[in-house]
């Protein structure tokens, strides 16, 4: 079973806006990771943030994490059309990437 | 670096039938994983390596064989398909952090689409 959701299932919203997507799981976990996904394509990482850790920023990504609801957000500020993808939050129960387990994603649609 | 290569990206299969996924990365990472991907899901893990002769099971592994004989070829075996395998296969390697080098980012293959009929 997929542990965790993401929220919202579908997102959409006019460039230049920013978009917040949210995680959340069941568990105690190691570290949390989002990555984007384009239509038919792999997966990207994007940025992982660690148990211990309750912000993280890369570019106009800004993740938090806290433990003690269990869930994590993603901010992308000043969104662009290329940001248009399915975003997925994977959750890591130990110290290394060999076991995620992902949650079922967030649709962002940017409108240009 | 050619990063991580999956053959074929696409297969069509006759219920039965047996065949071989093919994932390699260039990068020296320890840890290796095979992931599925179905219709507006997220990926369930099948099978996971944290090294060369090193293999154990995920999530979904039924249906499928791994091994793992040389740090850069982690190849999925499909023993006998069936339509429930019609799916996405996507194969991520990273460093496992024992030898000090980041682990911070997993690397994931662009995918092999599976169809069985």
């Known amino acids: 079973s997929q542990q965790g959701e993401e929220d919202p299932q579908a997102l959409s919203i006019q460039e230049g806006e920013n978009a917040t997507m949210n995680c959340s799981y069941k568990?105690?976990?190691?570290?949390l990771q989002w990555y984007r996904q384009n239509s038919g394509r792999g997966l990207v990482h994007l940025i992982l943030?660690?148990?211990?850790?309750r912000e993280k920023h890369s570019g106009r990504l800004r993740v938090t994490l806290d433990t003690s609801k269990k869930s994590s957000s993603l901010l992308i500020t000043a969104s662009r059309a290329a940001d248009t993808a399915s975003y997925f939050c994977?959750?890591?129960?130990?110290?290394?990437?060999?076991?995620?387990?992902f949650g079922t994603g967030t649709r962002l649609t940017i409108i240009p | 670096n050619a990063g991580v290569t999956q053959t074929p990206k696409f297969q069509v299969l006759k219920t039965g039938q047996s065949m071989t996924l093919q994932c390699a990365q260039d990068m020296n990472h320890e840890y290796m994983s095979w992931y599925r991907q179905d219709p507006g899901m997220g990926l369930r893990l099948i099978h996971y390596s944290v090294g060369a002769g090193i293999t154990d099971q995920g999530e979904v592994p039924n249906g499928y064989n791994v091994s793992r004989s040389t740090t850069e070829d982690f190849p999925l075996r499909l023993l006998s398909a069936a339509p429930s395998q019609t799916s996405v296969y996507f194969c991520?390697?990273?460093?496992?952090?024992?030898?000090?080098?980041?682990?911070?980012?997993?690397?994931f293959g662009p995918g092999t689409r599976l169809t069985v009929l």
């Open positions: 991520a390697s990273s460093y496992s952090g024992t030898s000090g080098r980041p682990t911070d980012t997993q690397y």
């Open positions: 943030i660690r148990s211990n850790e």
């Open positions: 994977a959750k890591a129960m130990n110290f290394g990437n060999e076991k995620l387990t």
């Open positions: 568990t105690s976990i190691n570290n």
